[in-house]
């Protein structure tokens, strides 16, 4: 198992400013992901965070808005670039090992406001 | 495209009743499939996963999973709700293409009234 620490574990941000989240886990992992979440909502995969190499990000979010960086196998930090009220959601970092039958866990997640 | 489809917004189902959650899955190749669940101000659980071997599959809190490849489903169950029982459910599912990612579904919330 997997634990992860999440912060901040929320935020109000003003419109233009940059926030950046961190997820550190008590292990080394291989994988490890950025989702978003609308409150009550499902979860959406920003991108993979790979260690030593560029995030992999999926359709729709870019590395300009959504750096992420990944020293090492246990750290891995998201930055919200520019925010703009649309980027009010809760902000998740998963890990998980490269095999199929493996499980998630999650962080206790980043509520991000910004006005 | 690679997907899972929960039909559901809302359950709502008695304490002491039997509950279903449902899922549907589009996937090429071998489907792997999980559930999560999501309590208030908590974060995301693994309940349970298919990977391969028998239909029915058991997971934490007394829930279990049907898979039915010829209805591409993988229904959430319990015999006996429990009000703790009600939060918010997620059907995923692994995707190999591309990487090792988990896609989720929509979510379905559960409110089981005492």
């Known amino acids: 198992s997997a634990v992860i620490s999440q912060k901040p574990s929320r935020d109000i941000c003003q419109r233009g400013t940059s926030l950046t989240i961190q997820c550190q886990v008590d292990s080394q992992v291989t994988m490890m992901f950025w989702y978003r979440q609308q409150p009550g909502q499902s979860l959406t995969l920003i991108a993979t965070a790979n260690q030593g190499s560029e995030a992999t990000y999926e359709s729709g979010f870019v590395i300009d808005k959504f750096p992420i960086s990944r020293p090492n196998l246990t750290f891995s930090t998201l930055t919200v670039s520019n925010m703009s009220p649309e980027d009010s959601s809760i902000y998740l970092c998963?890990?998980?090992?490269?095999?199929?039958?493996?499980?998630?866990?999650f962080g206790s997640g980043t509520q991000l406001s910004v006005l | 495209a690679q997907s899972v489809a929960q039909p559901e917004d809302q359950v709502n189902v008695a304490e002491g009743n039997p509950l279903t959650v449902k899922c549907t899955y589009s996937?090429?190749?071998?489907?792997?499939l999980f559930w999560y669940v999501q309590y208030p101000n908590r974060g995301l659980q693994f309940l349970l996963k298919?990977?391969?071997?028998?239909?029915l599959v058991k997971g934490s809190y007394g829930f279990e999973a049907e898979f039915n490849k010829s209805q591409t489903s993988f229904h959430l169950k319990k015999p006996s709700a429990l009000v703790g029982d009600s939060a918010l459910y997620f059907c995923?599912?692994?995707?190999?293409?591309?990487?090792?990612?988990?896609?989720f579904g929509a979510g379905t919330r559960l409110f089981v009234k005492a």
């Open positions: 996937v090429s190749g071998n489907p792997y």
């Open positions: 298919y990977i391969t071997g028998d239909n």
């Open positions: 998963s890990v998980g090992e490269p095999t199929v039958n493996e499980k998630l866990f």
């Open positions: 995923a599912v692994r995707v190999t293409t591309g990487g090792f990612k988990t896609i």
